[in-house]
Nanobody, 115 residues
Framework: QVQFVESGGGSVQPGGSLRLSCAAS????????IGWYRQAPGKQRELVAR???????NYGDSVKGRFTISRLNAKNTVYLQMNSLKPEDTAVYYC?????????WGQGTQVTVSS
């Protein structure tokens, strides 16, 4: 049984920071790349960052230079450090393998950036 549990969201002002955590259960954590996805109201879900089991990271253009993804394999946990947040970063953030498993979506964690 694969399960992802996201946490760490909240409300911040533009320019602020948040650190999201993704706890994964199941054996796939060490096999697949893990991605952080987000879905804003009225928009499709998009991949914002991904990290391979070996630690190689890739970022979407909209977050490059502001977000940092990392993973702690011993704890089956992936993090997303988000700095210089913008109102357009407002969304529900999810983690999943990349490409995403249809049945693996968790509840997500809400990030709201507003003055």
């Amino acid at each position: 049984q694969v399960q992802f549990v996201e946490s760490g969201g909240g409300s911040v002002q533009p320019g602020g920071s948040l650190r999201l955590s993704c706890a994964a259960s199941g054996s796939i954590f060490s096999i697949f790349a893990i991605g952080w996805y987000r879905q804003a109201p009225g928009k499709q879900r998009e991949l914002v960052a991904r990290i391979t089991p070996g630690g190689s990271a890739n970022y979407g253009d909209s977050v490059k230079g502001r977000f940092t993804i990392s993973r702690l394999n011993a704890k089956n946990t992936v993090y997303l450090q988000m700095n210089s947040l913008k109102p357009e970063d407002t969304a529900v953030y999810y983690c999943n393998i990349d490409p995403p498993g249809r049945d693996y979506w968790g509840q997500g964690t809400q990030v709201t950036v507003s003055s």
